[in-house]
């Protein structure tokens, strides 16, 4: 799906359309969600969107896509999801990335794996299906979500008040924000490396 689509359909259906663009991306169904979040920060700019029901229907659309996705594991479980995932971008490699990561280190994954491509869309249902305290999912799936909604569409903000910004460019600007934020997390990871070392 182009901008020029999604804006479309921004401002045909408003903020309504962000909430279900967010809520599909996290239950697995393919959506360009950075690109997305970027693009609602550059429409504020512009005053084709106010940002704080931007901000509430981009957060609210994830993380409600969180609890079904928590719900649909813990209630369906293992077998459906199995079965069924591929249809929703869940394949049995992205499973087992997600299970090894997982039962790592619980609390990091729920909330930072937001920012990771399918681990997003995985983590919930392994949540459920691993029985995880729904208080302590709903806790942590909040910080995440606002963790990951509010950077990206703020990001698009204020670099759309500095920048003219075309919306045609947003989705390479958005992969532009996903890889520095990674080479940030590899750069922090090898320093902590390096101080246990020492």
Not at 79 to 96: A, D
Request: proline share 5%.
């Amino acid at each position: 799906m182009n901008i020029d689509t999604l804006v479309n359909y921004i401002t045909l259906y408003g903020y309504f359309v962000i909430f279900l663009f967010l809520f599909f991306g996290i239950v697995g169904i393919p959506a360009p969600e950075e690109s997305l979040l970027f693009l609602i920060g550059v429409l504020s700019v512009h005053h084709k969107l106010s940002l704080g029901l931007a901000l509430l229907s981009a957060s609210l659309g994830a993380f409600v896509g969180m609890l079904t996705a928590y719900i649909c594991g813990k209630y369906v479980g293992y077998p459906f999801i199995k079965r069924y995932g591929k249809y929703v971008g869940i394949t049995t490699e992205r499973w087992e990335k997600v299970s090894n990561k997982y039962t790592k280190n619980v609390r990091k994954t729920i909330v930072f794996g937001f920012y990771l491509p399918g681990i997003r869309q995985i983590s919930p249902y392994f949540s459920g299906i691993n029985k995880i305290p729904f208080r302590r999912f709903f806790v942590l799936s909040l910080l995440g979500t606002l963790l990951w909604t509010f950077p990206f569409i703020l990001a698009g903000y204020f670099a759309g008040k500095v920048f003219n910004i075309n919306p045609d460019y947003v989705p390479y600007v958005g992969i532009v924000l996903l890889f520095l934020f990674f080479g940030y997390v590899i750069i922090k990871y090898i320093k902590g490396k390096k101080t246990k070392i020492n």
